[in-house]
């Protein structure tokens, strides 16, 4: 039921939001991979979108399904700001998790501001974890949310392959001592239509200091660029 509610809720904002778009949005589509110490070897798909409310305001949305029996959700806010050089930007953000074989899920928000260009981006901010279960509810401790990337081309350019170390992507957020190093690629084949892929690899060690394999997951799927 609570699942249910959400999904009508956001595609009630996202039907809404669209009457007054205006711009450039895209839909995409992936197959989702990978393998955990959690869950073994892994495997399903992605639906997102990105819709431009005004020329200053972009919503983004999407839904993950695992055969692991895990749904996750996200729900993000971004206006931004130009600059003399590249542009401020705030991230407004709700993730959903639901961990059907282990009969628990979770809410996340988080919200925070950064600074991007052609080429370089970095953003800082908090995000804040409820895991419930049954009748409990536990509210994890506010925790630092934050990513660093570094792209090889300008935005527009024929194809383009993305690098950084970030504790979130669009359906996990860890906490700040857990880094996930992250590569995106893509490759434009049509004047509408895209090819990207993605690699996401959470190594052993690192700052948590414990020597626990975390794993990676990888996604190759097709984009599609509309115009509002």
Do not use: C
């Not at 906490?175 to 990207?196: C, H, T, W």
Request: without cysteine; aromatic residues 14%; charged residues 15%.
């Amino acid at each position: 039921m609570k699942l249910k509610l959400l999904i009508t809720l956001v595609a009630g904002l996202l039907g809404a939001f669209s009457l007054l778009a205006q711009g450039t949005g895209e839909v995409a589509l992936l197959g989702v991979g990978g393998q955990n110490r959690t869950w073994g070897g892994f495997g399903g798909g992605a639906l997102q979108a990105s819709i431009p409310v005004t020329k200053r305001l972009t919503i983004q949305t999407g839904w993950q399904g695992l055969s692991s029996g895990t749904v996750t959700g996200l729900l993000q806010v971004q206006p931004f700001f130009p600059l003399k050089k590249g542009e401020l930007f705030i991230d407004a953000s709700a993730y959903y998790g639901g961990f059907y074989k282990n009969g628990i899920g979770e809410v996340l928000a988080a919200a925070g501001a950064g600074w991007r260009t052609a080429h370089f981006s970095a953003q800082l901010g908090l995000s804040v974890r409820w895991i419930f279960g049954g009748a409990d509810t536990v509210m994890e401790p506010i925790d630092p949310y934050y990513r660093i990337a570094g792209t090889l081309k300008k935005p527009g350019s024929q194809w383009n392959i993305s690098a950084g170390i970030s504790n979130f992507t669009r359906y996990q957020v860890e906490r700040a001592m857990q880094p996930i190093f992250f590569i995106e690629g893509r490759y434009r084949i049509g004047r509408k239509f895209s090819l990207v892929g993605e690699l996401n690899i959470k190594p052993a060690g690192m700052f948590h200091l414990t020597a626990t394999w975390y794993g990676f997951s990888a996604g190759l799927g097709v984009v599609y660029t509309f115009s509002l």
